[in-house]
């Protein structure tokens, strides 16, 4: 077998390898939606060297031909629908519209001569362009996210299109056969083929690299989020406080803790059920979220009980904000039992780790109670 079906063979394992890689993305992740596009990529492209060795050797190479460059192109069109899909951005129009003309240009062509300039560029005419359209796209992310991965991508998929572009010039200069059957035997094929096969490989591992680390973010969201109130939960808090404290640190600046707990809160459970208890909760998590300074960090550590971490501010800025969030627990809402929360303060001190921070926080809360609840323990009054 000469070097080129080799080529086509290995693009074909190629193909098939990364199919089933998208398509267990798709499965286990199914948020993860422009994994479907690019499993649909390699497996309808799976089908273009299979044609291409089926011109090589079938008796019939013209329905290979035509299944060839028609499975190209929709493998192209999915391509740029899931790069369209993974930037956040409506599928483009114009997709559509250069895989319809190409194919309309494909019937053209059929009695073309294949070494010509003109045949080439037409031929890759649809390669080229999507693969424009998805540098356009990465541009446009790097853009709006300052993401250097996108960047990354972004010159993958300008060489790419570089390749296919200038793939006709070369066809034109070294010969790439009159017939398909002759270039499938042709050293131009085997250059097309493996070249390809690298730039394919390239992109296809780029996308894939872009849509686990979407896998690992939104893993790591869900696992530092409490479902109930969405907002951090314990471990997500304590990751985040801990660089929001080196970063106060740094920088030469006050950051204080108020920990909340709401007064009988068994009760409530008691009285109105769990259902109502969660939504208790629920309102009180969306209660902080609305009240607290944009930058500050809240969380729910368990139970009843929350947390918020104000970077930027002292003692007296901290009591303030505290007592706004007392007065803003007792007004939930209608349809939610009237509930109170007591809270403690506590200002980081130079030797101060988060769990001393949150310690003496804590203990403040619990003075709170003890002097009646529904309060803020040191009162506001006293902590300017």
Same mark, same amino acid.
């Given at each position: 077998m000469s070097g080129a079906v080799y080529a086509l063979i290995v693009n074909a394992c190629v193909a098939m390898l990364f199919a089933a890689t998208f398509a267990v993305l798709r499965a286990s992740y199914p948020q993860q939606r422009a994994s479907g596009?690019?499993?649909?990529?390699?497996?309808?492209?799976?089908?273009s060297p299979l044609s291409e060795l089926g011109v090589r050797f079938a008796s019939t190479p013209a329905l290979f031909t035509a299944t060839s460059y028609l499975t190209l192109v929709l493998s192209m069109l999915c391509?740029?629908?899931? !790069?369209?899909? /993974?930037?956040?951005?409506?599928?483009? *129009?114009?997709?559509?519209?250069?895989?319809?003309?190409? /194919?309309?240009? *494909?019937?053209?062509?059929?009695?073309?001569?294949?070494?010509?300039?003109?045949?080439?560029l037409v031929y890759?005419?649809?390669?080229?362009?999507?693969?424009?359209?998805?540098?356009?796209?990465?541009? #446009?992310a790097v853009r709006e996210r300052r993401d250097p991965s996108w960047a990354a991508l972004g010159i993958i998929f300008a060489v790419t299109a570089s390749h296919f572009l200038v793939k006709p010039f070369f066809a034109a200069a070294f010969g790439s056969g009159a017939t398909m059957r002759d270039y499938a035997a042709s050293s131009y094929?085997?250059? %097309?083929?493996?070249?390809?096969g690298l730039l394919t490989i390239a992109s296809?591992?780029?996308?894939? /690299?872009?849509? !686990? *680390?979407?896998?690992l973010r939104s893993t790591r969201a869900e696992s530092e989020t409490d479902m109930l109130t969405c907002i951090a939960n314990r471990r997500?808090? &304590?990751?985040?406080?801990?660089?929001?404290?080196a970063l106060s640190r740094r920088e030469g600046q006050a950051i204080a803790a108020i920990m909340l707990d709401l007064d009988h809160f068994k009760q409530v459970n008691d009285r109105f059920g769990h259902a109502t208890g969660d939504a208790v909760l629920q309102a009180v998590g969306q209660a902080l979220t609305r009240t607290a300074p944009r930058d500050a960090l809240i969380a729910r550590l368990g139970g009843e009980e929350f947390?918020?971490?104000?970077?930027?501010?002292?003692?007296?800025?901290?009591? #303030?904000?505290? &007592? &706004?969030? *007392? !007065?803003?627990?007792?007004?939930?809402?209608?349809? /939610?039992?009237?509930?109170?929360? %007591?809270?403690?303060i506590a200002e980081l001190r130079p030797h101060d780790t988060l769990v001393t921070?949150?310690?003496r926080a804590d203990r403040q809360a619990y003075e709170a109670k003890q002097a009646g609840r529904d309060r803020i323990y040191p009162a506001p009054s006293s902590a300017t």
């Open positions: 596009w690019f499993c649909a990529t390699y497996a309808i492209g799976l089908f391509f740029t629908l899931g !790069v369209a899909q /993974l930037s956040g951005r409506r599928p483009p *129009r114009a997709a559509a519209a250069i895989a319809v003309v190409a /194919l309309f240009g *494909r019937v053209m062509l059929v009695d073309g001569a294949r070494n010509s300039i003109g045949y080439g890759q005419f649809p390669f080229y362009t999507m693969l424009l359209l998805c540098t356009v796209m990465a541009i #446009r094929a085997l250059f %097309s083929q493996a070249l390809g296809a591992l780029a996308v894939l /690299l872009m849509i !686990v *680390r979407a896998v997500g808090f &304590e990751r985040r406080a801990a660089g929001l404290i947390v918020a971490l104000l970077g930027g501010t002292g003692f007296g800025g901290a009591a #303030r904000v505290a &007592e &706004e969030f *007392r !007065v803003a627990v007792t007004r939930l809402g209608p349809g /939610l039992p009237p509930v109170t929360v %007591s809270g403690g921070l949150l310690d």
